[in-house]
């Protein structure tokens, strides 16, 4: 559980966070807004350390498929344009993967 909540908290900083600079660079927002979006990357990456994984790369790896859905819900949520199936299927077969990675059984 201290895994999927550390992921779900890292993927809303990560997208927060560049999205500060999306809006900064291509929605003409003040440069101010970077300050909030560098706190947010930074916030991301200590949530990480909080994944239950023996390895910084295996963590990174399965966070790619909750990065992706997350960045969907966000596409949805706050740019108001609802992601369509193929949205949605490859966002599946990325939790499905990241699943893999994360939770397959390892050999010492």
Known sequence: M??????MGAAVAEIAGCFSFWAWLRLDK??????PGMVSLALFA???TFVESDFAGRA????????I????FWLW????TRPDRWDMIGTAFCLVGAAI???GPRTA
């Open 2 to 7: 201290t895994s999927l909540l550390a992921y």
């Open 30 to 35: 003040p440069v101010w807004w970077l300050v």
């Open 46 to 48: 200590w949530l990480l």
């Open 60 to 67: 990174y790896a399965a966070y790619g498929g909750v990065y």
């Open 69 to 72: 859905a997350a960045s969907l």
């Open 77 to 80: 949520a706050v740019e108001g």
């Open 101 to 103: 990675i994360l939770f």
